[in-house]
Each structure stands twice: as C-alpha cells, then as structure tokens.
C-alpha cells in the first residue's frame, strides 16, 4: 500500500491523523512525503521544456507498483490544497488514468464539523476522473476533540473502528 498526504503544511493534522492510523493499525505500507519532492508548479510551457519532473515519474512508478493506495487530503476552501492539485496535475499529463485497477482509500480531516468533507468529495471526483473504481473514504471531523497532540492517537474508538472497517474494505476487494 502506498500512502502520501497532500498537505505542506510542518503541522498537519492530515498528517498527523494519517501517521496514527498506520501505527494504529500496523499496516505494511509505503510512506511517501510529497513535500520532499522537487515539483514545480504545473505549466504547460514547462511541460514542453522538461515533460515531466523526475520526481514525478518517480511517483508514477510508486503508483504502478502499488496495489492500493491510501490518500489524505486537507481541505483549502472546501476542496484539495494546490500543493495536492499540482502534483495530480502533473501525474495526470503523464497518463489522465493513472489510477487504472488501483484501489483507493480517501482520508481527510479538519477541526469542524465537516472533516475535510469538500477535499473528500473532490478527491473522489478526482480519483474516478483518474480510473479508480474501486475507493472508499472517511471524513475526520472535529479534530481536536477525536485526537490526542501529545499521543498522537485517535481518541475516538467509533471513528477509528470506521476507519479500519472502511480501509480494510478496499484491502480485501
């Protein structure tokens, strides 16, 4: 399984909330932090220059080789952040169904009621747009009152069992 949030922010809470359901749930998978990746802002003149940044070619290859993949994203006015919408921009010039016979878990949280819900449904959008037919997702709402900062845990046993029941439905399709 290959898992990468598509936040840049130091002190996400994306994050933070993916990291514990991975510890939580002793997951073998392949943790990528797209914010070590060199990836320019999507041009379509930059495109005709250098085709594609390597990183990005490296990250489509991660993508090939995985069966599943589990995506976090946060939430910048109601939908995904430019920091994740960049790197989708440049995956899909190098093949639009770049998620083709992938199956897909689609986590987002927020402090509010709504847990990243905008961000969701647009990953999921995006996800179809991209050939995944096989996905499942999770809205984390209210963050600081279903986390614990200094344990970095879930305190929320219903929203973790959510999770787990939600993931391993993708796993095992």
């Not at 999507?42 to 220059?49: C, G, N, T, V």
């Not at 614990?148 to 219903?158: K, L, R």
Request: proline letters at 1%; hydrophobic letters at 40%; one cysteine or more.
């Amino acid at each position: 399984m290959l898992v990468f949030v598509g936040s840049n922010s130091s002190k996400s809470i994306n994050v933070q909330l993916t990291k514990s359901v991975l510890k939580a749930l002793d997951l073998k998978h392949e943790y990528i932090d797209l914010r070590l990746l060199d990836i320019p802002l999507f041009s379509e003149d930059l495109e005709q220059q250098i085709k594609s940044p390597k990183a990005i070619i490296d990250l489509k290859d991660k993508i090939d080789s995985a069966d599943t993949i589990f995506i976090t994203t946060n939430e910048h006015n109601g939908t995904i952040s430019a920091f994740l919408k960049n790197i989708l921009d440049w995956l899909s010039r190098l093949n639009v169904k770049f998620l083709e016979n992938k199956k897909v878990f689609i986590l987002s949280a927020s402090k509010g009621k709504r847990g990243g819900l905008g961000a969701n449904e647009t990953m999921q959008e995006m996800v179809q747009k991209f050939g995944c037919s096989t996905f499942q997702f999770f809205a984390f709402s209210s963050f600081s009152d279903n986390f614990d900062s200094n344990s970095q845990s879930i305190t929320n046993q219903e929203f973790l069992n959510e999770i787990k029941n939600k993931l391993n439905s993708v796993l095992n399709q």
